[in-house]
Nanobody
Framework: QVQLVESGGGLVQAGDSLRLSCAASGRTSSMYAMGWFRQAPGKEREFVTRITWSSGSTVYADSVKGRFTISRDNAKNTVFLQMNSLKPEDTAVYYC??????????WGQGTQVTVSS
């Protein structure tokens, strides 16, 4: 299994930037990809972005394209989410996830991001 620990959430104003980090431990050699989902109050969890661990290829939700950037540090088994031009609608709990070969996806505990208008 893979364990994930997120950090970097907080309270910011609209237009500000924030960077989230997610450190993986455990069976990291079996990770295929890592990514981020988010869940706003009263809404379903939604996909934000993901990065393939070996190639570095990325996919983004339309709502964050051009504002959010996902990157990775393979040596530290860490993925980052740089969030720029934040909007109030970005307010949510952000969850890190890892796609692990031969196992169910791993999830972090979540980190709160609040964007005030």
């Amino acid at each position: 299994q893979v364990q994930l620990v997120e950090s970097g959430g907080g309270l910011v104003q609209a237009g500000d930037s924030l960077r989230l980090s997610c450190a993986a431990s455990g069976r990291t050699s079996s990770m295929y990809a890592m990514g981020w989902f988010r869940q706003a109050p009263g809404k379903e969890r939604e996909f934000v972005t993901r990065i393939t661990w070996s190639s570095g290829s990325t996919v983004y939700a339309d709502s964050v394209k051009g504002r959010f950037t996902i990157s990775r540090d393979n040596a530290k088994n860490t993925v980052f989410l740089q969030m720029n031009s934040l909007k109030p609608e970005d307010t949510a709990v952000y969850y890190c996830t890892a796609v692990v070969a031969g196992a169910s996806n791993s999830w972090g505990q979540g980190t709160q991001v609040t964007v005030s208008s």
